[in-house]
């Protein structure tokens, strides 16, 4: 019998898309702690030694958070989007798709710049009212999950009544 192949704990052959923030916008996200790590350094070494532990704490947190952006995968199935996070330990989100209602694409300068947007999708999920996905590269996803949740709507015999 051949293995099936997972990724997030999903059936490779049920994906659709897996989307990644980009290592740009993960930099862009440390660059507060990477200042603070070096005027840390740099006061430490001319005024006062102990500040090194603070700067390299910093340091360490800086690490972490961008292997931590780094780690964020979006798998996009016919009838969920997973969002899985974390680097020692894990954690898988589901959203379901009939539960979306709107979703909003934004781009602050530095994305535009590096091709980067921001998808917000506003659902009727009780845990995430609003899931963001950040930092992914610049893309149609958005008409895919239109059309997913399109779909889904109708295979769960789910009709929005205003």
């Known amino acids: 019998m051949k293995k099936k192949k997972f990724t997030n704990g999903i059936n490779q052959k049920d994906m659709i898309a897996l989307l990644k923030p980009s290592p740009i916008y993960a930099f862009a996200s440390i660059l507060p702690l990477m200042l603070i790590t070096v005027i840390g350094m740099v006061v430490a070494i001319v005024y006062y030694n102990l500040l090194i532990v603070v700067s390299l704490i910093s340091g360490l947190l800086m690490f972490y958070r961008y292997l931590y952006i780094v780690n964020i995968r979006y798998t996009l199935t016919m009838q969920t989007l997973t969002v899985r996070k974390g680097i020692l330990s894990r ?70 009544i205003n």
């Open 91 to 160: 954690r898988y989100d589901n959203l379901e798709l009939f539960r979306v209602k709107d979703y909003i694409v934004s781009q602050t300068v530095f994305q535009r710049i590096f091709r980067l947007m921001t998808v917000s999708l506003h659902t009727t999920d009780l845990t995430h009212s609003v899931l963001k996905m950040e930092g992914i590269p610049l893309s149609d996803i958005t008409e895919t999950i239109r059309d997913l949740v399109q779909k889904a709507r109708i295979n769960n015999r789910i009709f929005e």
